[in-house]
């Protein structure tokens, strides 16, 4: 059973946008981007299994599948944050695929001290996985000499103290993490969260040329928000309400 609904937004851009009823995260998948014989990157693989039983892993790896794209073929994983919906299948795609995997420094710092605990009191695993190396803000080179996707890391701490957001210049693709999302914003009251950081982190992205906005998770069936004027409007919204 495939519970990801894969929406293709660019040549290189994949989102698999999460339809289950349990708890797990979008994964984004920039498929034949890096040198070498294992060419994707994966941002957010997600859970392995979610609190409903729901197998989160195995159905993100059909629903990429289908598409013609192998786990085996993954050579980086990005976390947007070390939250266990968002980076507990990594130890997974790592076993498949022998990838490196990369975060924030805060966000491992974090992961090492605090974060950690979010997986036992979740009833799941920590993934035994060391970053390669860690993500710093600006521009992101993923190795090609002419990089296929132009990616600029963003520091968006609020909703986990090293979470980021990723933003694709070219196609104006915002991947937000769990910073913001449809009509809601990311949850502050987690260990290591705050909500003025939160704030500050959403009207920096709100500054930014964006077309789709590719949320950590949906709060709307099958959604990423999609058209400048709905982005605007989100954010617009979400900095009234919140
Ligand atoms: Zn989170």
Known sequence: MIY??????????????????????????????????????LV?????????????????????ERDGFKMEDIGLVIGTHSHPDHIEATELVVEKSGALFTLSREEDEFYRTMGKMFFQAFGGKPPQVNPFFYLKEGDLSLGAKND???????????????????????DK?????????????????????????LRKSIDELSQLDVEYLVPGHSTETGSIIAGKDKVRHNFYTVKMFF
């Open 4 to 41: 990801h609904n894969s929406v293709k937004l660019a040549e290189y851009f994949y989102c698999y946008v999460w339809q289950g009823r349990g708890n797990n995260c979008n994964a984004i998948l920039w498929p034949s981007v890096l040198r070498g014989e294992r060419p994707h990157v």
């Open 44 to 64: 957010d693989p997600g859970h392995v299994r979610n609190e409903l039983g729901e197998p989160c892993f195995d159905s993100l790896t059909q629903a990429m």
């Open 148 to 170: 296929k996707v132009a990616v600029k890391v963003l520091f968006t701490p609020g909703h986990s103290p090293g979470s980021i957001s990723l933003y694709l210049e070219e």
């Open 173 to 197: 693709i915002l991947i937000s993490g769990d910073v913001v999302f449809a009509g809601s914003i990311g949850r502050t009251d987690f260990p290591g969260g705050s909500s003025s950081l």
